[in-house]
């Protein structure tokens, strides 16, 4: 399982492990049923502390994402990925409007939208 912690990132460490996890367990990388690593082990392998990955767990399996069985550890829930993709749709959706929004309010063209968006998504794909 891959986790990358930016400390130059706004959000708190917790917040980065669930999230991260989260689109691992959406993208089909992490599968329903699989174990992830014990709170301990994370929190070692990351360097951070044994209660910021416990508060990560805690707020995947509040949402529904994780499973987890007394002395056995966390698993990945079986859940319908459809449903989840489709909320992750909607949040996209709400950050767009935001942003049509935001630039109407600054008089910003919409084919100057379109372009600064299609150069975002060819910039992030020429990371990838």
């Known amino acids: 399982m891959d986790i990358v912690l930016r400390n ?27 174990p992830l690593p014990s709170i301990r082990a994370l929190a070692k392998d990351l360097r951070i502390s044994v209660i910021t990955t416990k ?42 409007q935001s942003a049509a929004e935001l630039a109407r309010s600054c008089r910003v063209a919409d084919g100057e939208l379109l372009e600064m968006l299609r150069l975002i998504i060819q910039g992030r794909n020429e990371d990838a």
């Open 8 to 34: 130059t990132s706004g959000a708190p460490i917790y917040e980065q492990i669930a999230a991260q996890i989260k689109d691992q367990i959406v993208d089909g990388t992490l599968e329903p049923g699989q």
């Open 55 to 96: 508060r990560a767990y805690d707020e995947l399996e509040a949402q529904g994402f994780l499973t987890t069985v007394a002395g056995k550890g966390c698993f990945v829930a079986e859940q319908n990925t459809q449903l989840i993709r489709e909320s992750r749709l909607r949040e996209i959706e709400e950050h767009l």
